[in-house]
């Protein structure tokens, strides 16, 4: 499975974004579904996830402000950025998984989000 990510890009503080991945194949079978960014020298970390049965979870720092969906039919997992922070800023990266023997976990490439104040 191939994901490719886009919507990065500049913005302002308290702007938005709305990222994209699109998948190569099928996505209803993925069990798991996330976004997670990457700070320089840092490691990635968990933004949102959502779960095969819509369930979504979200770190603390962007509650309220972002949005993870899924749309099985297109084959597409969105996140909706509002409210956006300088610290917000960062190389953004989509994942997916199936929970399957053997496991399968699938990255797409990162969309940069550069937040200016």
């Known amino acids: 499975v191939q994901l490719q990510a886009s919507g990065g890009g500049p913005v302002q503080a308290g702007g938005s974004l709305r990222l994209s991945c699109a998948a190569s194949?099928?996505?209803?079978?993925?069990?798991?579904m996330g976004w997670y960014r990457q700070y320089p020298g840092k490691q990635r970390d968990l933004v949102a996830a959502?779960?095969?049965?819509?369930?979504?979870n979200y770190d603390d720092s962007v509650k309220g402000r972002f949005t993870i969906s899924r749309d099985n039919a297109r084959n597409t997992m969105t996140l909706q950025m509002n409210s956006l922070k300088p610290e917000d800023t960062a190389v953004y990266y989509c994942?997916?998984?199936?929970?399957?023997?053997?496991?399968?976990?699938?990255w797409g490439q990162g969309t940069l989000v550069t937040v200016s104040s």
């Open positions: 194949e099928e996505i209803s079978s993925m069990n798991y």
């Open positions: 994942n997916a998984r199936r929970f399957t023997i053997p496991y399968q976990n699938y």
């Open positions: 959502i779960q095969d049965d819509g369930a979504t």
